[in-house]
């Protein structure tokens, strides 16, 4: 009974941290990418692929998947990538005492490497859920690893917006990034979904609703000649 009781109890408390999240990706008004994201006991699994039309433009199938720690600190972060002319399996281990990253690709050894990082760097997505929980009413910043470089992230907390989505009206929050490039080292190829958006040139911006689930709705891409923007699909918890 004992047993049954503190599975009940698990299985619930699983639930209750867990949530799902749909986006479409679009440029010039077209739907290119379908991006998943799930969340839940300190895992974030993201896949992406590009839709019918979008595979015409860009053809993408690529998975993320991070395991986190305290204030979505990632200690794994793996990487499938197949795009057009491109692909990545890799898996990045954060040593944060050291302050070091160690990547190991099982495509090709020879991008086998370790390099600095901040105590505190992040991937995209735990970014994202980071900047989620912590951009209320002040500004801030926070670090970045993007392909092995380090980068500054500062945040602003804008306006108060009223957007339309697929989800009905949604009272939003919105919150300004920009970025800059710490490391000397020159940026690689990498996947167009993520490191890709981290650039001293253009701008970021996202929408959280304003409630106790902090959504992210909508995102802005700023970059010339036109945008990218995200929009929300479906959202479960």
């Known amino acids: 009974m004992k047993n049954n009781l ?6 619930f408390t699983f639930l209750l941290n867990s949530e799902i999240l749909d986006f479409s990706i679009s440029y ?10 799930e969340h839940s006991n300190e895992k974030i699994d993201v896949w992406a692929t590009s839709t019918n039309v979008g595979h015409l433009m860009a053809k993408m199938k690529n998975n993320y ?16 990538i197949i795009q057009k002319k491109y692909a990545e399996n890799r ?30 760097s992040r991937d995209f997505f735990s970014s994202l ?47 300004k990034i920009t970025f800059q ?20 040139e253009n701008v970021l911006f996202f929408w959280f609703s304003k409630d106790v689930h902090k959504i992210p709705i ?4 700023s970059m010339k000649p036109f945008p990218i923007i995200w929009n929300i699909k479906s959202y479960q918890k």
């Open 6 to 11: 503190v599975f009940y109890f698990l299985f």
């Open 129 to 175: 859920f980071y900047l989620r929980d912590f951009a209320n009413e002040r500004n801030g910043s926070f670090w970045l690893d993007a392909n092995g470089l380090i980068w500054k992230a500062e945040f602003q907390v804008l306006n108060d917006e009223l957007i339309n989505t697929k989800l009905g009206k949604i009272l939003s929050q919105k919150v």
């Open 91 to 120: 898996i990045i281990r954060y040593d944060r005492q050291k302050k070091i990253a160690n990547r190991t690709s099982f495509i090709d050894s020879m991008k086998n490497c370790e390099y600095q990082i901040k105590a505190k």
């Open 218 to 221: 909508k995102a802005q891409y």
């Open 28 to 37: 010039l008004g077209i739907d290119v990418i379908d991006v998943k994201i």
């Open 181 to 200: 490039k710490i490391s000397k080292n020159k940026k690689k190829q990498s996947d167009m979904l993520t490191n890709n958006l981290v650039s001293e």
């Open 65 to 80: 998947y991070i395991e986190y720690e305290l204030d979505y600190l990632p200690k794994n972060y793996q990487k499938k």
